[in-house]
């Protein structure tokens, strides 16, 4: 299962890259989604993998070993998945603002507009 | 020596008020500031008994002794002579340009530059540390560019500057690096110690390039070849910055840093033979080129070099006798090539030109200058009775007393000597001797505070030449034993009886003067020969590195800086996963050998899902089939979490994941459809670096898998969920308990993006901006 994870993993973060190398805003956004799904899935595959119910301390669980789910990447992940939220619902905006001001999603239309 | 500290920043607190008093002083003003200068002079002589009787003056102030670095200054006989060169000159130079920067507008900023210089060059041979001396050092490289480049409207002026300044920074650089290296071995960097290590530093392994690299310094700084070329540029300064720095005092700084240094890193074969040749080639090639000038300035920065080059060559040889003779001609130069610039700069303003064909016969005109300028260039000529004749002779007498190469340094010498004699006779004979001519108006008489400087040098020149045994005693003899103790007196005359020595002068003399007879015809062919044959220029080749060099630099930034987003991107990512790939390669072995566990059926699924609908929102074209499959791909994913008991992430991620699409759903009616930007080449180029960059990722997943990390922090917080926090949901429990400051962090993010979002989408756009 850690290999399949590992190679959907590196897929994810192809897709990611190749839609950032795009011209298209929307595009861009699209990677930075896919980066951050992509980093989710790393840290909790890094953290090892274990099938079963989630644990609660109250089920008299005094140590990792015992329990084998480890709650801290969790703790991570978390964390960051609502940071990666912000960051996405900045981005839509700042994409939204950027048609509007500029009438292109062209990236390459930035620097030839600095050129004029 | 405290004394001394304050009379440097005296100096330097007068250069900061020159201007003003230049504005409001009016006539009496520079006469002031060569006033400060004279007194430091006398002040410094003050000293001369004292350090004669053979005592040296140490301070200093603790800076980073760690580092050998420290604010030290060192009065011996060496500092001594050099320091007294440059307030005594500073003293002419200052009353001689306070005529002759009348015209200027900026003269008030002419002065506070030329007091700055005089402050730097004090201080950088007054300099008891060799990090001190490179402070100074530089400060006088950036004063000497200001004062070349003081004519800023010129571009040939700016252009000289910039060259100058360039050379000697460069040369400035290297040397830094010799004094950090030489600190290294020695242990100290004070100059009062490094005199006494001077075997240590000999037999250093580092040596060579310790040496290569001060050489590089000095040699810059004093005009040697093949660096010359920038002083014959640098006399687009005004006459007076010329007098002072490009003859009398800053390129006599590279020689003063070989003086200082001779006893700790003198007398080795390398240093021999590299100096020797070095300065042997500069004196003959500066004499060379000063004979076919017809700029009378640029007749006397030719010489400057050749006399440089003589100086390098007599610390070279490195002899009793030489050293001695490396002193008494660096005075003697001083002293009348100060005077013959200065008397460049009068005639430049009372005629008009500097142009040898057009002018002569000024001795009508100007009397006193005339006879001030004839002296200096039989000093120069090395005629008696001037100083000039004894400091030939010795350097004569030096070479004599070289077994092996002083036969061709002898011949070298007897060359460049006839040169100076065939020059300073054409310089007397038709500029200051002969029928009067000039371009434009009749010369005026120059005004006094121009003649003085010329006159008393000249003076000076003439009765030390008469008196040499009180100037050795009391002035050029400390000098000399601060370089090599072991000499006892010396004994300067001049007259020496007849012996080989007198031979060379009289044929040295013999054809000097029949060159001088030859002097039109001669310098016809020259200047024919230096024009069409050698059509290599050092500056103009200097020129053409620098210009080769913006043009590459400009290349470079623009391929690298290219302004699209995507080609940024593409080189980060590239970078960093060839770099990441050569680390992991080595660790592959590893990876290979970990167990894994088995995939149930129904992960497959989901993790087909994620895979086919990646692959969907990637390709697709519609926008909306694009945005529905990335968010399939955070469903499969949140099934995933919840597969392996992460509920509360899978909860989060599904809440966001929904928020997203629904935003999303609001902005992208607004947007336009996509539209293919790039070609097919570039996409496949797009998906090779996608592949190296996930190819990689997927190597540092399996990496990760066998780490074996740290359960303590773990731990922790499941041992002290319950009884420190009071909670059983334990991922709840550290976001909201243990780490609830990050997490505070966390909700500040989001609600500065919250305020980013409503700012941009109740933003009215300014008209004209939109399109």
Do not use: C
């Amino acid at each position: 299962m850690e290999v399949l994870l590992a190679i959907v993993i590196g897929l994810l973060y192809a897709a990611g890259v190749y839609l950032l190398l795009r011209r298209s805003i929307v595009k861009l956004i699209l990677g930075i989604m896919f980066f951050s799904h992509a980093t989710n899935l790393l840290i909790f595959v890094a953290g090892g993998l274990h099938k079963g119910k989630p644990q609660f301390a109250s089920d008299g669980l005094t140590a990792v070993s015992a329990n084998p789910t480890d709650p801290l990447p969790q703790a991570l992940i978390l964390t960051a998945i609502v940071i990666g939220f912000g960051i996405t619902a900045f981005f839509l905006a700042l994409m939204y603002r950027f048609y509007q001001a500029t009438g292109t999603e062209d990236l390459d239309e930035l620097k030839e507009g600095e050129n004029k | 020596m405290t004394g001394i500290l304050i009379y440097l920043i005296i100096l330097l607190i007068t250069a900061f008020l020159s201007p003003y008093l230049i504005r409001k002083g009016g006539k009496i003003a520079p006469w002031l500031l060569g006033m400060v200068s004279a007194g430091g002079f006398a002040y410094l002589l003050g000293f001369a008994g004292f350090i004669a009787d053979g005592n040296s003056l140490n301070y200093t102030i603790e800076w980073l002794p760690e580092l050998y670095l420290n604010f030290s200054l060192y009065l011996d006989g060496l500092s001594l002579f050099f320091a007294l060169l440059v307030t005594g000159m500073g003293a002419l130079v200052l009353v001689f340009s306070g005529n002759y920067m009348k015209p200027y507008a900026m003269k008030h900023r002419f002065f506070f530059l030329i007091l700055l210089f005089e402050f730097a060059m004090l201080a950088l041979v007054l300099s008891g540390n060799l990090f001190t001396l490179f402070i100074f050092w530089e400060l006088t490289s950036v004063s000497s560019f200001l004062l070349v480049g003081f004519n800023h409207e010129k571009p040939e002026a700016r252009n000289a500057a910039l060259q100058a300044l360039l050379i000697t920074v460069a040369g400035g650089l290297a040397m830094m690096a010799g004094f950090i290296m030489l600190g290294q071995i020695a242990g100290t960097l004070e100059i009062n110690q490094l005199l006494k290590s001077g075997d240590l530093i000999r037999n250093h392994p580092h040596y060579l390039p310790v040496l290569l690299l001060i050489l590089a310094g000095a040699f810059t700084k004093s005009a040697q070849f093949p660096f010359h070329f920038w002083l014959p540029g640098a006399m687009q300064a005004p006459s007076p910055v010329s007098a002072y720095l490009h003859s009398a005092t800053m390129v006599k700084a590279g020689i003063y840093l070989l003086m200082r240094l001779s006893p700790v890193m003198g007398g080795t074969p390398e240093w021999k033979y590299i100096l020797t040749i070095t300065g042997a080639v500069t004196m003959i090639l500066g004499g060379y080129f000063a004979y076919s000038q017809t700029d009378f300035k640029k007749v006397l920065a030719y010489t400057t070099i050749s006399a440089l080059g003589t100086l390098v060559l007599m610390l070279g040889i490195d002899t009793d006798i030489s050293i001695k003779a490396a002193i008494i001609f660096l005075l003697v130069h001083a002293l009348y090539k100060g005077a013959l610039f200065m008397i460049a700069g009068l005639i430049d303003k009372s005629v008009g030109s500097r142009d040898l064909r057009k002018i002569g016969g000024l001795n009508k005109v100007m009397p006193v200058a005339a006879l001030a300028a004839i002296i200096s260039l039989l000093s120069m000529a090395g005629l008696p009775p001037m100083i000039g004749f004894i400091g030939k002779e010795l350097i004569y007498e030096a070479k004599f007393a070289l077994p092996d190469i002083g036969n061709l340094l002898l011949i070298a010498g007897v060359l460049t000597n006839v040169i100076m004699v065939a020059i300073s006779l054409a310089l007397i004979f038709n500029l200051f001797l002969g029928p009067l001519k000039y371009p434009g108006e009749r010369p005026t008489r120059p005004a006094f505070a121009l003649r003085v400087g010329p006159s008393l040098l000249a003076g000076i020149s003439l009765i030390f030449g008469l008196f040499p045994a009180r100037v050795a005693d009391f002035l050029l003899s400390p000098a000399i034993k601060s370089i090599r103790p072991s000499i006892d007196s010396i004994k300067l005359s001049l007259w020496h009886g007849f012996n080989e020595v007198l031979l060379v002068s009289f044929i040295t003399v013999a054809a000097g003067v029949i060159l001088f007879l030859l002097y039109r015809k001669v310098n016809h062919i020259l200047t024919h020969f230096n024009n069409e044959v050698i059509t290599f220029r050092f500056a103009d080749a200097f020129n053409k590195i620098l210009n080769g060099f913006l043009f590459l630099t400009k290349r470079k930034t623009s391929f690298i800086q290219s302004g699209y987003q995507r080609f940024y991107l593409m080189a980060i990512f590239i970078m960093t996963s060839v770099l990441a790939w050569y680390q992991l390669i080595f660790t592959w072995p590893e990876i290979e050998n970990v167990s894994f566990s088995q995939p149930a059926i129904y992960e497959f699924v989901i993790l087909l899902l994620i895979v086919s609908s990646a692959m969907v929102a990637v390709f697709v074209r519609s926008r909306l089939a694009a945005i529905l499959s990335l968010g399939s791909v955070g469903y499969g994913i949140g099934l995933l979490f919840i597969v392996y008991g992460a509920i509360d992430v899978a909860i989060t991620l599904m809440l966001a994941e929904t928020l997203v699409l629904v935003l999303f759903m609001v902005v992208i009616y607004h947007l336009p459809k996509f539209t293919e930007f790039s070609s097919k080449a570039s996409r496949l180029r797009d998906g090779a670096i996608a592949l190296l960059v996930g190819s990689f990722m997927t190597g540092l997943v399996l990496k990760a898998g066998q780490l074996n990390l740290n359960p303590k922090i773990s731990d922790f917080y499941v041992e002290n969920a319950l009884p420190l926090a009071h909670g059983s949901n334990i991922v709840n429990v550290i976001l909201v308990d243990f780490r609830a400051l990050d997490t505070l962090g966390e909700i500040t993010v989001l609600v500065i993006a919250a305020i980013g979002v409503v700012a941009l989408l109740k933003l009215k756009t300014k008209k004209g901006s939109a399109t």
